[in-house]
Structure formats: structure tokens, C-alpha cells
């Protein structure tokens, strides 16, 4: 079965610290890692190719960095990874994202199975799989939490709903998301390791895609993020002592 | 009666155990908040001639919390962190004892510090401290909700230790508060024995003069006793003096630079002499800060717990012919440095008989949580054996070794291991940080002759671990339950000179009673 994951880079961490002068983000802890649901896609992926055999292609849209992340998957199991980069990309929102994905997914030859996170840890969208499925009209099923029979040519799968959960009988090739904890993802070996820097990773840029520069990056992107700030902290806790109870919460009342 | 001073009946049965699973009693508890609330403790026990057991997170291994009647003084609620300076080029951030380990490590790394009450000094430090390259706290016991009190107090170490060195090494400053209420304030580099000969200046004027231990410390990891060596800086025989010789109650923590590259691997073997093998080729390597151990008998209570659905459900599948997991985490200046060390490492398995393939690599935050989770399911698991097989004998307690040995005898003392849980015939579990040779060698009794015949074999390895130039206690401390290996140790001749050093700090014995040594002559 030919499988392919589609992978995002994203902070490790939500948490942000702001510089106390310049009111700035300060990002330099924020390590970059595969989005966590991802992760569990790949593992999906892998494990599926593990009983049918077949090949697991790692794909992911960034900047050129994110290359170690793609070997990073190769190194927990994919066989190949396919790097997307050009400053074109750039700004691009989920449509454009998902249009350019499409497009690489054409370019290789399309897919048994097409596998993406149910969401990102950054920008919690859920929108790429489904869109992704549309440009390639495929069906889709979201936020599956377990595949309950997959052969060449139809997977069985548990997926989470508002009411509940539903099973669900889809015939390949499709699109499906997946829930983090629909299994739990190996760590690398060094043996993997060792693979993943000797595998060969294909870098394709716009040009080489064939893409619609109308479609992709900023241009291609109707939803446009202004700007971006971190919550600001609301709440307070004033501590005082049982006795000075009464006249302390008169003076918050009144500061109120 | 001041209102500081609970009564028995007030007292929580949390109070009177720690987690080595041993109680005791006491007729009077303060939760002191201040260094005030310590003082009136101490003169409370004073005037009505009570000993006294310190306590901060009650999760020593060694009973040295657990109170042996008078008044507890638990220090947990003096909690805050007090300042922070910058010295030669590193940062020392001022601590009260009651400060737990966990809430240290996020306050550091979150850079989210109180600052309220702080010196203007200290708040300029702080403003450097927030945009300045990440800091962290090396030593890092298995236990997060230890208290810094407590860790000072037994020097305590962790699985970094390997490289870094225990909590001892950390520490660069500490005040004390004395039996009788006067104030020691000492910091690093600053008052040093002559000889053997000890005199420890109080801020009142006076002194606590003392003759320190003639023993030799064997060169291990070590946490067995009082600190002695000629010409030492006496703030390390405050450190670990395991609550006997005053009240900590304010600590200068070291902090160092985090490293850019953080990686863990985990190394499996189908066979224990292989995996020992491994660690004898791995032990040089710098970049390698903590070497620790799971044998097959961790890993097959692990597996139960497991697959009993227990919250251990998500960890990694050990197979079945795995016998020995050797865990090792990589500090690098970056990426390309730790990807070099993790291949050499992974060189040193194959030559060891084990596999490349057979490894778990850890390069994010997330999976080096997920390899520290296995590493504390590890103990956690093993502990819950415990508790129920204490449900049938309550007399139980958890039994585990803490002893080191030299390099050159890390098969010798295994071979010595084996032999005596072969002949026990009981289940063990044996885990620890193998890097230092120092193996936590636990055993699962079902009875309390079962528990007699174990503490027997301890005793013996006691006096071959010492034969070998080890140490009977490594990192938990001597507290209650580990004074009679001490003795074995040391022998009774240092044991009486640690006495006499108790003596010139606290004459009227008030502190940690039967913590380390009894207070007459004879084990107890």
C-alpha cells in the first residue's frame, strides 16, 4: 500500500514568555518538533505498511529546516520524505497549504491512503485533511481514534463525534485524520537513525510542483492573520490573613 | 500553648511515616513558616526536653523524616524562593528548605519567579536571569516532590549526577539554625577545618568548635555519614548531615547553563553481562551525564503493571527476551556534537553484543519525557507491589539497597547481588544508576521473616560492598533505617567520633534523633 503522511513543524511548546521591556515574544526556548498528532499519523502509517507492506512517504510543507524533521520520521519508520520549500509558500493560510500538498501528492503518482494529524498543536485549524481531500477529491474521514481493519482496498475505523463516537467503512484511496492517542508512536532507534541520514529526501519547490501561484503562499491565501499576542492574564490571588478577612475584601470591593 | 504547636490529635498519620514506609510517633508538630516559627519550635522542645525530627517532603528512602516521638518540625510551608545573585559568571538563586524540587525546576525554566520582597539587587539579577540563555538545576532525584531541605540534608543525587555530582557540589551557601537557636550562615570557599580541627563561626559571635571524623571517605559515590577530609570547607559537613546537626532553613542553589542539545537513549540487551559490558565501554564518554539501569525483574513487574491497564498503559513494549535496559542522556553543546556521541554509543552497543537496532532515541522534549516516564514507571511500579503486599502484612517496608562500589567492581558486586536474591528465593527488582555502580537492589517480601532474612543478607552485603571500597548508602542517606550499615562501615571508633561532632552542635541531642548513629555507644 502507498501511504502518504502529511507532517507540520511546530513549536514544542505553548508556552511564550514576553520580554518584560520590550513587550516582545521571546522565542528562543521553543524548540521545533513534528506536530504531535502527525506523530501518531506516521505511526499509523508505518504500522499499516508493517502488515501490508508497501511504501510510507513522509510530506511536509516548510521552511528549509524542517528537513531534520523529516528525516526524524524517516528515522521512526518512513521509507522517503518530500520537502516543500520556496519563499513563494510563504504566508500561506490552511487553503493554500492544503492546494499545495494536493499538488505535491499529484506528483507523486497520488495514494493508497493519505494520512494528516487530526490538527496542529499551533494553529489548532483541523482544516487541512478535509480540504486536502477535497482538492483531490477523495473521501475523508476526521478524527479517527482507531483503525479497526485496513486492507488494500477499504479501512474500517472508530472516529469521534460530538455525540460519541461512529464507526466508519471507507473504500481507498482516502483521506483520513487521526487522534493523538489512536496509538502510542515508537521513539527512533539509532539503527533508524543512521538510515535517515543516508536516505535520499526530495525537495520540490513551486515551480518544480507546477503550482498555481494564484493558489499558493499569501496570494493564494483568502484568510489573512493580522496579529498575534498572548493572552493577557486576568486574574489575581491576594492572600491575606484570616483576622484581616473582613477590611481586605471591603478595600478590593471598593477598588472594584 | 502557642498556637504554632499542634497537638498529637492534630496531627495527620501522614506526618509520622515517610516514603521508606516506616512510622513513628510524636506528641507535638509545628508547621513553621519562618525562620521565627523555627526558633520558637526549638525553644518549645527545649523547655519540655523533646527531640525533635526535622522534616521537609517526607520522601526520603532511609526513615530519616519519620519522627521517633517529641515534636516534628516540617519545614514544607517555608516554601519561596528568597533572591537571586550572579557570581562568577553563574547564577545562585537563594531558596527556603521548604521549596519542592518540581516547582523549582518550573519556576526556573518558566522564568515565572515571585520576585515580591525581593532586594533591588536581586530583582536586577532577575532581569538578567529572564533573558539570559536558559538555566537549570542539575541534580535531579527520581522523587520531584523532594524538598530542596530535605535533598540538602541527605546530599541527595539523581541519574545526572553521574556527571555532575550530587547536591553537595550545588549548594553554595546555607543558613542554619542551631538546637539552641543560634545562627550558622556560611557560603562556600569561605570557612575551612584545619587539619581535622573545626571551628564554625554563628552570626552571634560565638563558635561551635569540633574535631572532625579521621576516616577515609572511600572514593565513590557517598553519602554515608558525615562529610569528613582534612582542610575541608565545613559547609560540606552541614550537607548531608542528614537533620542531626541543625535546621536548615535558607540555601544558595548553583544553577547551570542548560545545555543546547538535551538527547536520551535507551539501550536494550538480551543479556545483564552484556548490558554491564556496555556501561564499563560507556562510563569515559563526556558527553554522557547519567547511566542508569532496569534489570528483568523491573522490567517484568513493569509488564504486569502494563498490561494491567494501570497508568502505565502508554509506555513503550519491552519483548519478552529483553533482560536489561541501560538508559543514557547526552549533554551537547549542539545538534551535530550529540548526533556524533548518540553513534558512537551506538557503536559501543553492537561491540557490547547488544544491537543499534534495539534502542530508543529520545532528540525532543516530548520523547525525553516519555523515556523519563519509563524511567520513574520504573521504581513507581515496583512500589505499588509493595503496597500490596503490605495489605496482607502490614509490617512490611520497602526494601532496597543504596550501596556503590568502585568501577573495577560493578561485575563483582552484580555476581554478589544475584547470588543473594538466588538464595533468598525471593522476587527482586533492581534498577539505579549504574554509571556510579550504585544499584538500588530491591526485594518484594511476603512475610515478615522474609523481610528479617532480607535485611540479614543487606547486612552482609554491607560489609563486602565497604570490603570493596564502596559505600553502604550512596544517596538516600543513613537516616533510621540504614545507621546499623554505618556501623559496619565506619566501625565504632569513627562512629563515636561522628558523635562527638553531634555533641558540639547540639550537647542536649535534640536533633534527628536516631538518625545516623543512637546517642549512646551500641547500634540501634
Known amino acids: 500500500m502507498k501511504i502518504i503522511v502529511c507532517v507540520k513543524q511546530v513549536p514544542s511548546s505553548n508556552e511564550v514568555r514576553l520580554d518584560p521591556v520590550r513587550k516582545t515574544i521571546i522565542r528562543d526556548s521553543s524548540e521545533a518538533v513534528i506536530n504531535p498528532f502527525d506523530v501518531t499519523a506516521a505511526e499509523a502509517a508505518v504500522q499499516i505498511r508493517e502488515k501490508l507492506g508497501g511504501t510510507v512517504t513522509a510530506l511536509s510543507m516548510g521552511i528549509p529546516a524542517s528537513e531534520r524533521l523529516l528525516r526524524d520520521e524517516i528515522a521512526r519508520g518512513a521509507d522517503n520524505a518530500v520537502l516543500l520549500t520556496d519563499r513563494a509558500f510563504a504566508g500561506a493560510d490552511t487553503l493554500a497549504t492544503s492546494y499545495t500538498l494536493s499538488k505535491a501528492i499529484e506528483d507523486l503518482g497520488g495514494a493508497d491512503l493519505i494520512l494528516c494529524g487530526k490538527m496542529a498543536t499551533d494553529g489548532d485549524t483541523a482544516q487541512i485533511g478535509p480540504e486536502l481531500a477535497s482538492w483531490l477529491n477523495l473521501p475523508c474521514v476526521t478524527d479517527v481514534s482507531a483503525l479497526l481493519e485496513v486492507t488494500e482496498k477499504q479501512i474500517i475505523c472508530r472516529r469521534n463525534t460530538d455525540a460519541g463516537a461512529e464507526t466508519v467503512n471507507v473504500s481507498l484511496p482516502a483521506v483520513l485524520t487521526i487522534v493523538k492517542n489512536l496509538t502510542t508512536p515508537r521513539l527512533p532507534s539509532i539503527e533508524g537513525i543512521r538510515r535517515s541520514l543516508k536516505a535520499d529526501l526530495k525537495i520540490l519547490d513551486a515551480k518544480g510542483l507546477g503550482a498555481d501561484p494564484a493558489r499558493i503562499g499569501l496570494d493564494g491565501s483568502p484568510t489573512q492573520v493580522i496579529r498575534t499576542f498572548p493572552q493577557q492574564e486576568k486574574g489575581e490571588a491576594v492572600p491575606f490573613e484570616k483576622s484581616e478577612a473582613a477590611s481586605e475584601v471591603k478595600k478590593l470591593w471598593e477598588e472594584l | 500553648m502557642n498556637d504554632l504547636i499542634l497537638t498529637a490529635d492534630r496531627i495527620g498519620a501522614e506526618y509520622l511515616r515517610d516514603e521508606s514506609r516506616s512510622t513513628g510517633t510524636a506528641q507535638f508538630a509545628v508547621f513553621a513558616k519562618s525562620c521565627e516559627d523555627v526558633r520558637t519550635a526549638l525553644r518549645f522542645a527545649e523547655e519540655n526536653d523533646l527531640p525533635v525530627t526535622i522534616q521537609g517532603g517526607r520522601t526520603g528512602l532511609a526513615g530519616a523524616a519519620v519522627p521517633d516521638g517529641g515534636l516534628i518540625l516540617t519545614l514544607s510551608g517555608m516554601d519561596r524562593l528568597t533572591g537571586m545573585a550572579y557570581e562568577n559568571g553563574k547564577y545562585i538563586l537563594f531558596a527556603e528548605p521548604g521549596v519542592v524540587l518540581l516547582e523549582l525546576r518550573k519556576q526556573i525554566s518558566t522564568r515565572k519567579i515571585d520576585t515580591s520582597g525581593w532586594s533591588e539587587e536581586s530583582r536586577q539579577v532577575f532581569s538578567r536571569f529572564f533573558t539570559d540563555k536558559e538555566q537549570f538545576f542539575p541534580t535531579d532525584p527520581t522523587e520531584t516532590s523532594a524538598t530542596l531541605g530535605g535533598m540538602t540534608a541527605c546530599n541527595a543525587s539523581g541519574a545526572r549526577s553521574f556527571r555532575y555530582g550530587a ?358
Request: proline residues 4%; contains cysteine.
Open chain 2, 167 to 524: 547536591m553537595r557540589g550545588h549548594v553554595g551557601g546555607l543558613k542554619m539554625i542551631l538546637a539552641d537557636g543560634r545562627t550558622v550562615k556560611i557560603r562556600r570557599g569561605e570557612c575551612f577545618a584545619k587539619g581535622l580541627s573545626a571551628c564554625l563561626p554563628c552570626e552571634d559571635g560565638s563558635s561551635v568548635e569540633f574535631k572532625l571524623p579521621s576516616y577515609k571517605m572511600p572514593d565513590v559515590k557517598n553519602a554515608s555519614g558525615y562529610y569528613s577530609a582534612p582542610d575541608m570547607d565545613l559547609i560540606d559537613l552541614l550537607i548531608g548531615s542528614d537533620g542531626t546537626l541543625g535546621v536548615i532553613t535558607e540555601l544558595q542553589l548553583i544553577l547551570e547553563p542548560l545545555p543546547e542539545a538535551i538527547w536520551g537513549a535507551s539501550f536494550l540487551f538480551e543479556k545483564e553481562k552484556n548490558a554491564l559490558t556496555f556501561v564499563n565501554l560507556v562510563r569515559s564518554e563526556k558527553s554522557v551525564v547519567s547511566l542508569e539501569y532496569f534489570d528483568a525483574g523491573a522490567l517484568e513487574i513493569l509488564r504486569e503493571q502494563k498490561a494491567a491497564g494501570s497508568a502505565f498503559a502508554s509506555l513503550p513494549e519491552v519483548p519478552e527476551c529483553i533482560q536489561s535496559i541501560v538508559y543514557a542522556e547526552l549533554h551537547c553543546t549542539d545538534e551535530e556534537t550529540a548526533l556524533e556521541r548518540l553513534l558512537l554509543l551506538g557503536g559501543l552497543a553492537e561491540k557490547a553484543g547488544g544491537s543499534e537496532k534495539d534502542t530508543w532515541v529520545a532528540r525532543n522534549t516530548g520523547d525525553l519525557d516519555g523515556l523519563m516516564f519509563f524511567r520513574h514507571a520504573v521504581p513507581e511500579s515496583t512500589n505499588m507491589k509493595i503496597d500490596a503486599l503490605r495489605k496482607k502484612e502490614p509490617s512490611l517496608t520497602k526494601m532496597g539497597s543504596d550501596m556503590s562500589v568502585p568501577d573495577d567492581k560493578l561485575f563483582e558486586v552484580m555476581d554478589l547481588y544475584r547470588n543473594g536474591i538466588e538464595k533468598l528465593g525471593l522476587r527482586s527488582a533492581i534498577w539505579g544508576h549504574i554509571g556510579n555502580n550504585h544499584l538500588h537492589v530491591n526485594l518484594l517480601p511476603s512475610s515478615a521473616e522474609d523481610a528479617a532474612r532480607v535485611k540479614e543478607m543487606f547486612l552482609s552485603w554491607a560489609a563486602k560492598v565497604t570490603q570493596m571500597g564502596g559505600a553502604v548508602s550512596a544517596e538516600h542517606g543513613v537516616g533510621k533505617l540504614k545507621a546499623s550499615f554505618l556501623e559496619i562501615m565506619y566501625g565504632p571508633e569513627h562512629i563515636e567520633e561522628m558523635r562527638a561532632v553531634k555533641r558540639a552542635f547540639d550537647p542536649a541531642w535534640r536533633l534527628g534523633n536516631g538518625n545516623l548513629f543512637s546517642k549512646e555507644g551500641g547500634v540501634k
